[in-house]
């Protein structure tokens, strides 16, 4: 069963670091990109970019751009998200979500979805 | 950047009836359309890829239709498991998310 396991809620100041995770299981996780979603309350959601775990290679929508870093361990089938400083404005539930298919198309929905990392930054 | 428009914000159907959902983009996604439905603290779920292909495991109630920048989702006869928000999503170029269409009972 293809399962994608997040990390807990957070509450953070502004200015602080953060990574959260994204824990694939029952495919093989070097052969389905994942993309990193944003969805503010009430809003639809947002591509913030996706990560190739075979090779580590990212491509970061522009309004994320040097914001926000991908990474991915394939050592233990894991996704990362991380801020090296987080705003106000970065609140909001952030899903890891796997391409439909195998190996890589920018073309392609996404058919498994974490359970969402709820981000709360407030001084 | 491509934007979906989805209509209505609401639509109210009792159990039983048919639901259509309307997505409209603006410039042609070709069938690069997808289909989600997500209920309340829950993440997305895959509906419909292509425009018209039903994923893994979505009754055949749900279907799909359009290309272009003309979509809709249809469910045929609602079941009260039904009842949640709706997204489509353009992957043709880069990704771009509708702002949803809360199906809620009548």
């Known amino acids: 069963e293809v399962q994608l396991v997040q990390s807990g809620a957070e509450v953070k100041k502004p200015g602080e670091s953060l990574r959260i995770s994204c824990q694939c299981s029952?495919?093989?996780?070097?052969?389905?990109?994942i993309n990193w979603v944003r969805q503010m309350p009430g809003k639809g959601p947002e591509l913030m970019g996706r990560?190739?775990?075979?090779?580590?290679?990212?491509h970061y929508s522009p309004a994320f751009e040097g914001h926000v870093t991908f990474s991915a361990d394939k050592s233990i089938n894991t996704a990362y998200l991380q801020w090296s400083s987080l705003k106000a404005s970065d609140i909001g539930i952030y899903y890891c979500?796997?391409?439909?298919?195998?190996?890589?198309?920018?073309?392609?929905?996404?058919?498994?979805w974490g359970q969402g990392t709820l981000v709360i930054v407030s001084s | 950047e491509i934007v979906m428009t989805q209509s209505p914000a609401t639509l109210s159907v009792s159990p039983g009836e048919r639901a259509t959902l309307s997505c409209r983009a603006s410039q042609s996604v070709r069938s690069y359309l997808a289909w989600y439905q997500q209920k309340p603290g829950q993440a997305p779920r895959l509906l419909i890829y292509?425009?018209?292909t039903r994923a893994t495991g979505i009754p055949a109630r749900f279907s799909g239709s359009g290309s272009g920048t003309e979509f809709t989702l249809t469910i045929s006869s609602l079941q009260s498991e039904d009842f949640a928000v709706y997204f489509c999503h353009q992957y043709n170029n880069w990704h771009t998310f509708g702002q949803g269409t809360k199906l809620e009972i009548k």
């Open positions: 979500a796997r391409n439909s298919q195998a190996y890589g198309s920018g073309r392609d929905s996404f058919d498994y």
């Open positions: 029952g495919y093989s996780f070097t052969s389905y990109w």
């Open positions: 292509g425009a018209s």
């Open positions: 990560i190739d775990p075979s090779e580590s290679y990212s």
